[in-house]
């Protein structure tokens, strides 16, 4: 007994002072921590402690419980690591995997969504910069050791928030990205039109996917098609067309304002009078997706995001309201969800991922991502019901960065369409389209420059919707001066006028057929804007489009890496000047002229 009771005292006394005592007594325990990585610590042949480096957090440890060191008030304990001896602290060994995170706490970096639902996408609240989340849980480890996504606490709301967004110290998130190079340019921004300070946007660099089941063209060659079952029908046609040029990409309308296109689960549950006006088509997208990609094309669905009547009417507290009556609002026609309501979000990111999840498309286009245009005069009688304070340019971001989020956990890309006014230096515009502050988040911007929209001289050009090759090159420079304030720039690809010039813009205006076509083309390129085109043809007449197929037999992107190759646009004989308008362009796209917001 006594023999006992001496060997338990020694045992005691090298806990105390430190020692090996039982020394091939092992057990497996796990690196913790509450940063990605733990210091781990040498012992010396003296036996003096020294930092050994910091390790990635979740390895698997050997240890010897009954191995220790004292360094002051911690008490360290001796492991394996890779076969290399070290000592941890005791607070950096975990018994369970789980038990590897041990932050308490959090603070936001980038403004983020907080998600009721990871699977759904469903909102619960919003997280603004600087804020402080308390951390409940998370779920999975990255290989570098952060957290995908931690389940936080912040005000009552609980929820989820993706890791890449949070910091582990209010000194962190109060940081800007490099803010001596970038706040002077967006600080010098103005904000004439109450679109919002550019500063209040978040600059920090994006990683954007490349999916290895699903690779984006380095230059997509897009003819647009509208969801008219007389179009989607006639596919075969179109692939024809398509395989006579270098077409490689089509984009084909999912939703736009009263006209949705198939009987989606996420209209059901968002928006019933959606569903109802919406076709029974949903075999004929399956079917068409299907044939392109059989063929090789690259498929884009476009939704339109804030210009939604369908949506207004079963959802009116969601929308832009008078505040003279508390009734939506209605503009150009249309009612408007506003971009700052979270419900409108999660119905068209709900319906996007439907989307790709049912028919394949590789890619979601979302247009319509702003607030109402010409509102100045107007502003103060409307009630945009913005809960958290936003502007409309953080709004607009905010919205790109969740839908980003989450349509990459489907596996497609995401392209955002804005007016071609937003390429302009020095300002940012009344509907909340900062260019760089959308570029910086979404993977694909996609201006809307078209020539008619263009006032006359514009950039010094007499009657531009004459000139296409000059009003798109002097574009593309603007659009590669705010690619060059964007940390993670977007590939930019273009909507190009496939519409002849409208009446009443000028009577006499040139058609819009092969020629002039690929003169907006070449403009493009011209200007460096390598990432392709999109046709905007609201008809998607496919007589039109076989009048310009000269235009889409080219390939642009070779042509531009051929440092032979010169493109002179006046070697291309204009055709004649014509009043004829079909009556499909009418109907042309929404106004996207690039001029100044003076109302």
């Known amino acids: 007994m006594r023999k006992n009771l001496r060997y338990a005292l020694l045992l005691g006394i090298a806990a105390l002072l430190g020692g090996c005592k039982d020394p091939e007594v092992t057990e497996v325990r796990y690196l913790a921590s509450a ?37 002051g008030e911690r008490r360290l304990t001796k492991l394996l690591l890779d076969g290399v001896e070290f000592y941890a602290p005791e607070e950096n060994l975990a018994i369970e995997p789980r038990d590897v995170v041990r932050e308490k706490n959090m603070w936001v970096r980038t403004p983020a969504t907080i998600l009721g639902d990871l699977g759904l996408s469903t909102i619960a609240g919003h997280a603004d910069k600087n804020a402080e989340l308390t951390i409940l849980d998370y779920d999975s480890l990255r290989a570098d050791g952060t957290v995908a996504t931690y389940r936080v606490s912040l005000d009552g709301v609980e929820g989820y928030v993706y890791g890449k967004y949070l910091v582990f110290t209010p000194e962190e998130a109060a940081k800007r990205y490099k803010a ?17 300070k550019a500063i209040g946007c978040d600059f920090y660099p994006v990683e954007k996917p490349s999916f290895e089941h699903n690779p984006m063209p380095v230059a997509c060659y897009s003819l647009y098609l509208n969801s008219g079952t007389n179009v989607l ?3 075969e046609s179109y692939i024809a067309l398509a395989k006579q040029s ?12 009263e006209s949705p296109g198939f009987k989606a689960d996420a209209m059901a549950t968002y928006s019933p009078t959606n569903y109802k006006r919406a076709g029974d088509k949903e075999a004929l997208y399956r079917k068409v997706v299907a044939r392109l990609h059989e063929e090789g094309f690259y498929v884009v669905g476009r939704i339109t995001c804030f210009k939604d009547s369908y949506f207004v009417k079963d959802n009116p507290k969601s929308a832009i309201t008078e505040k003279a009556t508390g009734e939506p609002f209605k503009h150009n026609k249309a009612f408007w969800p506003s971009g700052f309501d979270r419900r409108v979000w999660e119905f068209n990111v709900a319906l996007a991922k439907e989307a790709v999840e049912k028919f394949g498309f590789n890619e979601i286009n979302f247009d319509y991502v702003r607030f109402p245009d010409r509102m100045t005069k107007v502003e103060e009688l409307v009630d945009y019901h913005n809960r958290y304070g936003e502007s409309k340019v953080q709004a607009i971001q905010r919205f790109v960065q969740y ?6 956990k489907v596996g497609a890309y995401v392209s955002v369409d804005v007016f071609g006014e937003s390429a302009n230096p020095g300002y940012t515009t009344a509907y909340g389209q900062y260019w760089p502050a959308i570029s910086n988040v979404a993977d694909v911007i996609s201006g809307m420059p078209y020539p008619d929209h263009f006032s006359n001289g514009y950039y010094g050009i007499t009657k531009p919707w004459n000139h296409p090759y000059d009003i798109l090159y002097e574009w593309g420079k603007r659009v590669q001066d705010r690619q060059k304030v964007t940390p993670t720039p977007a590939v930019v690809r273009t909507w190009v006028q496939a519409y002849n010039v409208m009446r009443h813009v000028d009577r006499n205006g040139i058609a819009y057929n092969a020629e002039n076509v690929e003169k907006e083309i070449r403009g493009l390129y011209g200007a460096g804007l390598t990432g392709g085109y999109i046709t905007w043809l609201a008809s998607s007449n496919i007589e039109k489009y076989r009048q310009q197929l000269g235009a889409f037999q080219k390939d642009y992107y070779a042509d531009w890496r051929n440092p032979n190759f010169h493109y ?31 109302e």
């Open 233 to 235: 029908k006639n596919i």
């Open 568 to 598: 002179d646009p006046n070697a291309v004989v204009e055709l004649e000047q014509s009043s004829e308008q079909s009556v499909d362009q009418q109907s042309a796209a929404e106004p996207t002229a690039p001029q100044p917001q003076a």
């Open 180 to 196: 001596d190079l970038y706040d002077p340019i967006h600080n010098a921004i103005k904000n004439p039109f109450g679109g919002g």
């Open 246 to 257: 270098k077409i490689n990409t089509f984009v084909i309308d999912i939703k736009d304002n």
């Open 35 to 71: 940063t990605p990585t733990a210091t781990l610590y040498s012992l010396d042949a003296e036996g003096n402690l020294s930092e050994a480096g910091d390790f990635l957090r979740g390895a698997t440890l050997t240890i010897y419980p009954n191995c220790t060191q004292k360094d």
């Open 403 to 408: 839908a980003c989020d989450e349509i990459h």
